[in-house]
């Protein structure tokens, strides 16, 4: 019994104690306590999710600008190249007029003694060509090989390494260079070279020779756009009859042929401009216009304001440096 007495007094202490009873005003206190700490919750995560949605915002924008800028480079890229482009046949054409011609060629012989005319040299030279080696090189770089030797008694076979070479697309500016350079020093150069580049042209084309004969054809187009070649009756009558001009019909036989000519010709012979000239001048124009409202609209304002406004901009710097371009 006394064992007894013993636990039952022993759970009464283990009982936990009641809470007390709230008085209407401090449940009233409590209530507005847990009211106030659910409204700091829900504030904070909407505060939160403000934030992130204005970063995401932000770097979406920060995404499209950059791809934005990336197009106007492109642009700006495309027509720097097509300006040097014509600017270079320019500055060749008049390199290449008969006055400046002759002095080229007079200087040559003044000079031609105190250059290297060595057998070893001179075969090297156009081994190097024959080999492909050549077309590896840098257009100075070739050039300056031409000016430092007397090839006078291997123009002959200056050509025929030229046509037995297994030219690419990619080699023709290397090409052109030595062109350009022979032809300022050997009257005989162009002479022989012009007719074994339109015996293949006109040839019937077959698998070995029409990559060749499309290379052919941009080279000549290059011949006549830099000033080294002048005659273009045949260039016309190719062109007419791959084209079907010739009967009337325009049904084309050879787009390859057309298309390696305009390629090279672009609108320097036909005088109209390409689509992607138009669509890169466009783009300026659109992005300079838009760029302008907004410099306008968001003047005085703060940097934070502006990355708030959400529009898409481009570099005023890539704008101005593309629209030099296209306004030339």
């Known amino acids: 019994k006394s064992r007894g007495k013993k636990n039952t007094n022993k759970n009464k202490g283990n009982q936990t104690p009641k809470e007390p009873k709230l008085s209407p005003e401090e449940i009233q206190k409590r209530e507005e306590e847990r009211r106030k700490a659910e409204e700091a919750e829900a504030e904070r995560r909407r505060v939160e999710a403000e934030q992130k949605a204005l970063q995401e915002a932000r770097e979406a924008r920060a995404k499209a600008e950059e791809e934005l800028n990336a197009k106007i480079k492109e642009a700006s890229e495309y027509l720097k190249a097509l300006f040097e482009s014509t600017s270079l046949h320019k500055e060749n054409r008049a390199s290449l007029s008969p006055d400046s011609l002759a ?49 006078s ?41 012009v007719p ?16 060749l004969r499309r290379i052919y054809v941009r080279l000549v187009t290059e011949f006549l756009l830099n000033g080294l070649y002048t005659e273009t009756k045949q260039l016309v009558k190719l062109i007419a009859e791959v084209t079907g001009a010739k009967d009337g019909n325009y049904a084309v036989t050879d787009a390859n042929v057309v298309v390696a000519f305009v390629k090279a010709a672009g609108f320097e012979i036909f005088g109209t401009l390409p689509a992607s000239y138009n669509s890169y001048t466009r783009l300026i124009e659109n992005e300079t216009s838009k760029l302008g409202a907004y410099e306008r609209e968001t003047e005085g304002k703060s940097e934070e304001e502006k990355a708030e406004d959400g529009r898409i901009v481009a570099s005023s710097k890539l704008l101005e440096a593309a629209a030099d371009y296209s306004s030339k």
Do not use: Q
Request: glycine share 4%; with cysteine; charged share 30%.
């Open 103 to 151: 002095a080229s060629r007079k200087d040559f012989e003044n000079s031609k003694k105190s250059l290297k005319s060595d057998l070893k040299k001179c075969t090297a030279f156009v081994k190097k060509i024959k080999g492909g080696t050549a077309w590896s090189m840098k257009p100075d770089d070739i050039v300056r090989d031409v000016k430092t030797l007397n090839l």
């Open 153 to 193: 008694r291997y123009v002959e076979e200056v050509v025929t390494a030229i046509l037995e070479a297994k030219l690419k697309v990619t080699d023709i500016p290397v090409v052109l260079a030595l062109c350009k350079a022979m032809h300022e020093r050997y009257p005989a150069f162009l002479t022989n070279l």
């Open 196 to 211: 074994g580049l339109w015996a293949v042209i006109n040839g019937k084309a077959t698998d070995e020779t029409g990559k």
